[in-house]
C-alpha cells in the first residue's frame, strides 16, 4: 500500500503501529497525501486503513476524510458525477462487515455520497438500511446511543434513513425498490413505535406510499401526491407533496439551515431504476410482499394504520393492497 509513497512511509506506518491519529498527523496528510482534494487509489486505501485501525483520532479527521473520499468516489472515478456498481461493492467491501456498516462515520460517507452522486444503484442504500435494521436487532448499532436497551429509533437513525433514501430522489420519481420497502417496513415493525424519535412516522409513510404508488400512471400519480392528507391535517395545512414531509419540517441550525440544505447537492440524484422484474410488478402488485405482510396481523400498528389511510386517499391503489384497505 505504502510502496508508490516511500518518502511517506515511515511517518504513515508509526500512525498505523499507534493507532493514533493527532490534529498534527491530519495536518500531514492532508498536505502531503491531497492534491487538489482529489486522491489517488493508494490514498484512498491508506485512508481506509486509518479510519479501520486507529482507536485515538482527533476530531478534525472527520471532515477531512468524508471531503476527500467524497470528491475521490465522485470525482475521480468514472463515470465521473455517480457510482456503479463496482464502486459500490468497493466501497462495501472497505466499510462493512458482515453487511452491516462499521461506524457512524461510515454512515454518513454513504450518505454524502448519495447526496452527491448524479445516479446509483440502490446497493449502499440498502446496506445503510440493513445497519440500522441490525443496530436494533442487536441494540448496538453504530447509532444507537451508548447503553441503549430498547429498541426505540433514535434521531441518528432516522436521520440515517432519510439520507439512505434520498429526499431529493424522492421529489423526482425515486424507485423504491422492493428490498429497500421491506427494511423499512422491517425497521418500523421491530421498533419501539410509541418510543421512536418524533420524525420516524411521517417518514415512514412518505416512504411505503412512494414504494406503493410506483407503478402508478403519471397523472394519478402526480394527483395523488398533491391530494395526500395522511397525516391528520387538513389539505390547506399540508404540503402539496406527499414527499415534502422528507425535505421540510426539520429544525434549522443556528444559521436558519434545514440539513437538507447544509450540503445539498446543486442537482438532483436518481436512483437508478430496474425494468419491473415479474409481470405482476408491472401490473402494480409489486406490493403482494406487503399485503401477505399486512393480513397477517391481528392489528396494525399506529404507523401501519396512518400508511394506510394515506394509500386510501390515493387515486391510483396497487391491486395487491385492494383487500387490505377493503377490510
Known amino acids: 500500500m505504502l510502496a508508490d509513497r516511500v518518502e511517506l512511509a515511515e511517518p504513515l506506518t508509526e500512525i498505523i503501529n ?11 496528510i492532508r498536505e502531503t497525501i491531497l492534491r487538489g482534494w482529489v486522491l489517488s487509489d493508494g490514498d484512498a486505501n ?37 457510482l456503479d456498481e463496482n464502486t459500490c461493492h468497493f466501497i462495501l467491501d472497505k466499510l462493512s462487515v458482515d453487511g452491516c456498516l462499521l461506524t457512524d462515520l461510515d454512515v454518513t460517507l454513504i450518505g454524502d455520497l448519495l447526496e ?8 449502499l442504500t440498502l ?53 429497500a420497502a421491506r427494511l423499512v417496513f422491517d425497521i418500523n415493525e421491530i421498533s419501539e413505535e410509541d418510543k421512536n424519535h418524533k420524525r420516524w412516522a411521517n417518514l415512514f409513510v412518505d416512504i411505503m406510499l412512494a414504494y406503493c404508488m410506483r407503478e402508478a400512471p403519471r397523472e394519478e400519480s402526480t394527483s395523488a401526491a398533491n391530494n395526500n392528507t395522511g397525516s391528520g391535517k387538513s389539505k390547506a395545512d399540508r404540503p402539496t407533496s406527499w414527499v415534502s414531509n422528507l425535505t421540510g419540517g426539520w429544525e434549522t441550525d443556528a444559521a436558519g439551515a434545514r440539513p437538507s440544505e447544509m450540503n445539498a447537492p446543486s442537482h438532483t440524484a436518481v436512483l437508478e431504476r430496474p ?8 401490473l402494480g402488485d409489486h406490493a403482494a410482499w406487503l399485503a401477505e405482510r399486512l393480513a397477517s396481523k391481528s392489528a396494525y400498528s399506529a404507523n401501519e394504520d396512518k400508511f394506510l389511510n394515506s394509500l386510501a386517499q390515493q387515486a391510483w391503489i396497487p391491486p395487491a393492497l385492494f383487500p387490505i384497505l377493503n377490510s
Open 18 to 28: 499507534s493507532q493514533r491519529l493527532t490534529s498534527a498527523d491530519v495536518k500531514y
Open 127 to 179: 446496506a445503510g438500511l440493513y445497519t440500522v435494521k441490525m443496530g436494533i436487532v442487536q441494540r448496538k448499532g453504530v447509532l444507537r446511543p451508548p447503553k441503549t436497551s430498547g429498541t426505540a429509533l433514535c434521531e441518528a437513525e432516522v436521520t440515517a434513513v432519510r439520507r439512505f433514501i434520498n429526499p431529493k430522489s424522492l421529489q423526482s420519481g425515486l424507485y423504491v425498490s422492493d428490498q
Open 46 to 82: 491508506l485512508l481506509f486503513q486509518f479510519q479501520q485501525i486507529c482507536t485515538d483520532i482527533d476530531p478534525s479527521w472527520d471532515k477531512f476524510y468524508l471531503l476527500a473520499l467524497t470528491n475521490y468516489f465522485i470525482e475521480a472515478l468514472e463515470p465521473v458525477g455517480a
Open 116 to 123: 452527491r452522486a448524479t445516479h446509483y444503484p440502490e446497493t
Open 275 to 282: 425494468q419491473p422484474a415479474t409481470e405482476q410488478d408491472s
